[in-house]
């Protein structure tokens, strides 16, 4: 991926726009949320799971097997065709002249891109990436660390969460389920539990909510209500 030049490790660059960052486990509407109040805020947004399903799908693509995962250094990841280009509205990732999009969605990328972001020169190398294409500002981040590692500096910090059978039914509906069976809601959880459990066990950077971040439960709130929450607090702090 272009754009990997920042310092891997140390503290990041100075920053000349405001950032917010969404962190939280998988399901919470991290994405969706953090999307829409870029748009309202006019920032653009940074959907960081995007680079590590990216980079998921460039090693399955030049078929490195994830056995070797453990294996690779960031050079590995410098010579692949990766690219990350700003959009009107964010980032997005393209492998040679592909622009890449449905295919980071599918339920292989889904499960690999977990097991992918254990890897320390894997965070270190996105770390990079992602503090580069941040550098200006005027952004809204989500993910797992961008409150506690990407942009510890960030002005406004978010941590939402929602429980496990609403996350479940959410991810199903982003699918297309809209009316789904106890079993797909159960089965849907099991695979939310197992990507949580890799994210917040892991050795580098594991899922936490940041000290300083707001804590935002979703489950009982409409999608309006909890962009409107954290619009509220970004133009209340500005
Ligand atoms: O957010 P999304 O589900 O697209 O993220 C895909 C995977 O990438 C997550 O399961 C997580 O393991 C990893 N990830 C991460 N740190 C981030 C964003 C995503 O480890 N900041």
Known sequence: MTGPKA??????????GPIVT???PAGAGKSTTA???ACRL???HLNSGTFYRALAFALLD??????????LRTEHFDALPLR???TS??????LDARVLEEELRSPLVTGEASRLAAFAPVRAWLLGVQREVGRGGRLVADGRDMGTVVFPEAELKFYLTADLSARARRRLRDHGVDAPTVA???EEARRIEDRDRCDSERRHAPLRRPDDAYEIDTTRLEFDQQVEAIVARVLGAG
Not at 7 to 16: D, T, V
Not at 62 to 71: D, F, H, K, N, Q
Not at 89 to 94: A, N, P
């Open 7 to 16: 310092p891997a490790h140390g503290s990041p660059r100075p920053l000349a």
């Open 22 to 24: 969404l962190d939280g």
């Open 35 to 37: 999307r829409e109040v």
């Open 42 to 44: 006019g920032f653009r």
């Open 62 to 71: 030049a078929e490195i097997v994830p056995e070797r995962w453990s294996e």
């Open 84 to 86: 990350v280009e700003p």
């Open 89 to 94: 509205e964010g980032f997005r990732t393209m």
């Open 184 to 186: 797909e809601i159960e």
